[in-house]
């Protein structure tokens, strides 16, 4: 199939997938606790209604035949050499043989294919799920296209995860096992939608309001802030890996005044807001364990690595920025189109296992 809106990064990507039968296989909800200041102004519970994703893995794996298991069931902690595969990430890739295993295809029954949706879907919040379709749909043709699904470890045996990739997407569901790490691990969103300057605004694009309310913060700062706001040269988009107590460029939140500081919090809140309420609780849990926003910066990017200009239009509304802390990273490019790599711990010992 051909990617519409290409991109040299989603073209350059693509990453062999497993050879599930050169071994023998091992067959072997987040709580929602406060989490400070980052909670004050809630994140309401979603409503019991439906089982949850990693309910729904449990059974998916029980109706798994031994052929399948070959094919989409790994260890725990295997390898290949993308190193550990279970926390792998990158801008576009499959976990698995996007050909012959895609989640819409034969490969899986009617009653499997319909459990894997819901899982998927399951991960966001219900508010989101047309956006995260459409997204689906702009860039990789629809959902049960071309993207693919691995399981990690037993469900309802021993800790487990299910993985889902694809263009643009990374998404995990862990059931809690995955020590330290929001998500279940690193994750990788994105959208190419029908434009890619913000002068028109974006339009169709799912994820821009994000940018646009980061702007708006920077909007707020004063000179000297923007000053220390503004870097001059762009990391690579997957460099997101924790720095801990190292050096991280841009302006401490800490510096910021009271009302800037409610509005940085509503940027960490859109940030969040396309996922399920345990994953954002978690998510904000783990944030303040490694000493809140105020431990965080925030930078906005006027050049690419190699010099050229990532500001679209020479407006100063920057396309790329990051928020980053000792164990948190949101890295948001959005030229020529949005991608968004994402890494939150509190612990920031934690690698990063990403190519892109």
């Known amino acids: 199939m051909q990617l519409p809106r290409e991109c040299p ?12 039968r050169d071994f023998v296989r091992v067959v072997s909800l987040a709580g929602a606790a406060a989490a400070g200041g980052l909670l004050d102004q809630s994140i309401a519970a979603e409503p019991e209604k439906k089982p949850a994703s990693e309910t729904l893995v449990q059974k998916l794996f029980s109706t798994l035949s031994a052929k399948q298991k070959e094919e989409i069931c790994f260890p ?3 390898q290949d050499d993308r190193g550990l595969l279970r926390t792998h990430v990158s801008n576009n890739w499959n976990i698995t043989d996007a050909a012959k295993l895609n989640v819409g295809g034969e490969f899986y029954t009617a009653e499997q294919r319909d459990l894997i949706r819901q899982i998927f879907l399951g991960l966001y919040n219900p508010d989101w799920h047309e956006r995260i379709l459409k997204q689906l749909q702009d860039d990789a043709g629809g959902y049960g296209k071309s993207q693919t699904i691995a399981i990690f470890g037993e469900p309802g045996a021993e800790k487990f995860e299910f ?16 020590d330290h790490m929001a998500f279940g ?48 040269l762009t990391p ?23 009302d800037q500081k409610d509005h940085a919090r509503e940027v960490l809140r859109t940030l969040l807001e396309p996922y399920r309420a345990a994953d954002q609780t978690e998510a904000l849990k783990l944030v303040e364990a490694q000493g809140g926003l105020d431990a965080c910066r925030l930078s906005y990017y006027r050049k690419a690595s190699d010099g050229s200009s ?47």
């Open 185 to 232: 691990g690193p994750i990788f969103y994105g959208h190419a939608a029908s434009g890619f300057n913000e002068r028109v605004g974006h339009p169709g694009n799912v994820f821009w309001h994000q940018a646009k309310m980061a702007n708006k913060l920077f909007q707020m700062l004063d000179g000297k802030q923007r000053e220390k706001s503004l870097v001059e």
């Open 310 to 356: 990532i500001d679209l239009g020479d407006d100063g509304e920057w396309d790329v920025w990051r928020l980053e802390g000792p164990s948190f990273v949101w890295h948001y490019r959005g030229f020529p189109h949005v991608h968004v790599w994402v890494n939150v711990s509190d612990d920031p010992t934690i690698k990063l296992n990403a190519r892109g």
């Open 76 to 78: 725990w902690d295997y």
């Open 163 to 178: 993985v889902m990739t694809g263009r643009h997407l990374t998404v995990r569901c862990d059931g809690d096992n995955t």
């Open 236 to 258: 690579h988009e997957s460099a997101v890996g924790f720095r801990g107590k190292g050096e991280i460029p841009g302006l401490p939140i800490a510096e910021l005044s009271a």
């Open 9 to 20: 990064e989603c073209l350059g990507d693509q990453v062999p997938t497993v050879n599930r």
